[in-house]
């Protein structure tokens, strides 16, 4: 059977009359069981009914030729295959072994049937293939003939659609004829505009010979230039770091003025000066050392005109009231700053000649006030401080606008040459003040003059770069030591005197010497604002109040245990008087607040004293002494606890008895209402009023609770009571109110 190949109307690009017939190609396997289905596409093609033929062994195929022979071959082996499958499906036993002969067929018709068209080409070619049969009239049956029919049906079949594709190819063809003629044109500009190219490419490459040759040259005299610019920039370059103009070296040596010009040739000689150590590490250093020996020998000269410019200025400060002077002198420092020698030199010999002209001027002040020290001593020390601290700014201000060569007034430098140039006044000044601070013997003198010191120690606070402040501090302690010297020289005199000791006299009042020592330290007292007496340390200011409160009491104490005239009572007052004097004096003064609490309870102390005195003689004079003996032996009277049992072991006492309580009873009214116009009498020497009545007062106070006390125990051991009740003696003493406000903070017993 001849099957027709679609894909044999495609032409071969290979060849250009040729036609390329190419085997089918292999594809997807089709399955013998669906050539049912596939009859069904094809709707006229009935395949299946013309390939199954009955397997008759008596049924024959006459071929004529071999081209019959083959066809037959072919189309008896699709039967035979098909009838394989129809027997394997009734005995499905022997379908194994007749499967690949079923495999044998699929796999050919998919090669005719089926290739890489998609199903729209497909449809197209069959569609094609219809009306060609149409229009020729032709049979399907006929084409699909085994025999010779069939195959001569196909052949002519096969050649009308040849044909037609010749047609059809010869008419696309026509179309592309003009542009052919058209190429054709093209091609005969095309090979004349090669001939043009190659004979002007043989034109441009002898001009490129020509240009290279050319080109050649000019490097070759670029090269040249360029080596000549750089033996001139070299020249330029060795003449401008490693040498100088004569006018140049005339500006360094000869010219007299220092300007700009000069500082700037300065600076070019320092860097050529600089650059020589290059020379000097190439194989030939003769050259360096020449011109750095010359550049020494300049700078050398240079230094010494500038050193001396700067002498010269120092010298007579007021040629800097020029500005232009100022900032040369300036300059020249800037300069020398980084030569130490030169400037360290410079600056002593400044330092010593500017300490030499301040302490001339500082003696010539002190021996034109002479006639002020001797009148008066703080007026001087005043003006004399006044004058060094107008001293030191004036200093220091011209110091800062000579040497603020940094624009650094805090510079180190700055600060250095002000310190050593007012060293030197740190000796007369202090010699001077400390002169007037040991000859005088006022205190208050002296305080005044210390407060001139702490007063110009602020003041030189604020003026940078001055030592003088160490001296003022020296000079304070001095004031300090002076004041304590002064005083304990002063109590030393008084504690020796005799005349301080016969001041205590009869009236038993404080001596004088206490009042005259404190006139002059109370006033230095109320003249002192800070937080301790003469802004002292702590242990020091101690010390000093010890200095006037205590050393003070302790020499009173001494010269009265020394006078035998006073009696207890006698020795307890004026010791009451003194106290007393001595706290009304410091008593207003706020740092001394600590020493009126010490005194007060000295005072305290004292009272307490005169009040057991009076109480015993009162006891004395009723009779009493012995019964108050007595009933302490036994249990001590107290406020917090009293019971009379405990008393009981009094009535064995001979002492004690109902005939010595009613004569008792008796002198109670007889002496009581007069005791204490007596107790007054001998309290009036007491200054203080307020401690007479307080003394008084308790001296009753315990009187009568000792009788309320004691009357209990007589009503209990003698049923005796005395005639006047607690409460009775208190008004007829006039102390009702006093002994209900001491009842009333009694606890209860």
Same mark, same amino acid.
């Given at each position: ?12 690009n ?25 009859s ?56 194994n ?21 998609n ?67 093209t091609?005969?500009? !095309? %090979? &004349?505009? +090669?001939? #043009?190219?190659? $004979?002007?490419?043989?034109? @441009?490459?002898?001009? *490129?010979?020509? /240009? ?9 005299l ?69 011109? !750095? %020996? &010359?550049? +020494?020998? #300049?700078?050398? $000269?240079?230094?010494?005109? @500038?050193?001396?410019? *700067?002498?010269? /200025? ?7 009231n ?39 001027e ?9 006639e ?46 002000i ?13 001077k ?88 330290i ?14 002292l340390t ?100 107290s ?26 009873d ?34 009753f ?49």
């Amino acid at each position: 059977m001849d099957f027709i190949d679609f894909d044999t109307f495609t032409k071969d690009n290979s060849t250009d009359n040729d036609w390329n017939l190419p085997q089918p190609q292999p594809a997807l396997s089709l399955p013998i069981t669906n050539i049912e289905n596939l009859s069904k596409k094809l709707s006229q093609f009935k395949l299946t009914k013309n390939l199954i033929i009955p397997n008759d062994s008596t049924t024959t195929i006459t071929v004529n030729n071999d081209e019959d022979e083959l066809m037959k071959k072919y189309a008896k082996l699709s039967i035979n295959l098909i009838s394989d499958e129809k027997k394997q499906e009734q005995d499905p036993e022997n379908g194994n072994e007749k499967s690949s002969s079923n495999s044998t067929l699929s796999t050919r018709l998919s090669r005719v049937l089926n290739d890489s068209l998609n199903d729209n080409d497909q449809r197209e070619i069959f569609s094609y293939i219809e009306n060609n049969l149409e229009e020729n009239e032709l049979n399907v049956q006929d084409l699909l003939d085994t025999g010779f029919v069939g195959s001569v049906s196909r052949s002519n079949f096969k050649n009308r659609i040849e044909s037609n594709l010749i047609k059809n190819h010869s008419k696309i063809l026509k179309e592309y004829q003009p542009v052919i003629k058209q190429l054709k044109s093209t091609e005969g500009k !095309l %090979n &004349k505009f +090669n001939e #043009l190219n190659s $004979s002007t490419e043989s034109i @441009i490459d002898s001009h *490129c010979q020509n /240009s290279n040759k050319f080109n050649a040259r000019i490097n070759e005299l670029n090269k040249q230039q360029k080596l000549v610019l750089l033996k001139k920039q070299l020249l330029q370059s060795f003449n401008a770091k490693f040498t100088l103009t004569e006018y140049e070296e005339f500006v360094l040596t000869q010219s007299g003025e220092m300007n700009d010009e000069f500082f700037k040739v300065l600076s070019k000689l320092q860097k050529l000066n600089e650059n020589c150590y290059i020379l000097l590490s190439l194989d030939n250093c003769k050259l360096g050392n020449d011109i !750095l %020996n &010359k550049s +020494n020998q #300049l700078l050398n $000269s240079s230094n010494d005109k @500038i050193i001396k410019f *700067c002498n010269k /200025s120092l010298g007579n400060l007021y040629s800097l009231n020029l500005k232009s002077k100022l900032v040369t002198l300036q300059k020249c420092l800037r300069y020398l700053q980084n030569k130490y020698n030169y400037f360290q030199n410079m600056i002593d010999n400044f330092i010593n000649s500017r300490s030499k002209f301040i302490n001339d001027e500082f003696l010539n002040y002190c021996e034109s006030n002479l006639e002020i020290v001797q009148q008066e001593s703080i007026r001087f020390i005043g003006d004399l401080l006044a004058y060094v601290h107008s001293l030191i700014v004036n200093e220091s201000e011209t110091i800062i606008a000579i040497f603020n060569i940094n624009e650094n007034e805090n510079d180190p430098i700055i600060q250095d040459i002000i310190n050593k140039i007012l060293m030197n006044l740190q000796k007369p000044i202090k010699l001077k003040i400390d002169h007037l601070i040991y000859s005088e013997t006022k205190v208050l003198t002296i305080f005044q003059i210390f407060n001139l010191l702490d007063l110009y120690v602020i003041m030189f606070k604020k003026i940078k770069g001055n030592n003088l402040i160490e001296v003022l501090h020296s000079l304070i302690s001095n004031c300090q030591d002076r004041i304590f010297s002064i005083i304990s020289n002063k109590l030393s005199i008084i504690k020796q005197s005799n005349s301080a000791r016969l001041e205590l006299d009869t009236d038993l009042q404080p001596p004088n010497w206490i009042i005259e020592f404190y006139s002059d330290i109370l006033n230095l007292l109320d003249q002192i604002k800070t937080k301790t007496i003469l802004n002292l340390t702590t242990d020091s200011h101690e010390k000093f109040l010890d200095l006037i409160i205590n050393s003070p009491v302790e020499i009173f104490n001494s010269h009265v245990e020394l006078n035998k005239a006073f009696n207890k009572k006698d020795n307890l007052i004026i010791k009451f008087n003194f106290l007393d004097l001595i706290q009304s004096k410091v008593i207003p003064i706020s740092l001394l607040s600590d020493k009126v609490i010490e005194i007060n309870s000295q005072i305290n102390d004292i009272t307490e004293k005169l009040t057991t005195l009076e109480y015993v003689n009162l006891l004395k004079s009723l009779h009493l002494e012995n019964i108050y003996n007595v009933s302490n032996m036994i249990c001590p009277f107290s406020d917090e606890f009293f019971d009379t049992s405990i008393y009981e072991p009094i009535k064995e006492n001979k002492l004690y008895n109902l005939e010595s309580m009613k004569q008792i009873d008796e002198k109670i009214q007889e002496i009581l209402p007069n005791s204490i116009i007596e107790i007054q009498q001998s309290l009036l020497k007491v200054n203080s009023p307020m401690i007479v009545n307080d003394t008084i007062n308790q001296v009753f106070i315990n009187f009568i609770k000792f009788i309320k006390k004691l009357n209990l125990i007589n009503k209990e051991i003698l049923d005796f009571e005395f005639t006047w009740s607690d409460y009775e003696m208190a008004t007829m003493l006039g102390i009702e109110e006093v002994y209900d406000k001491e009842i009333a903070s009694l606890p209860d017993t």
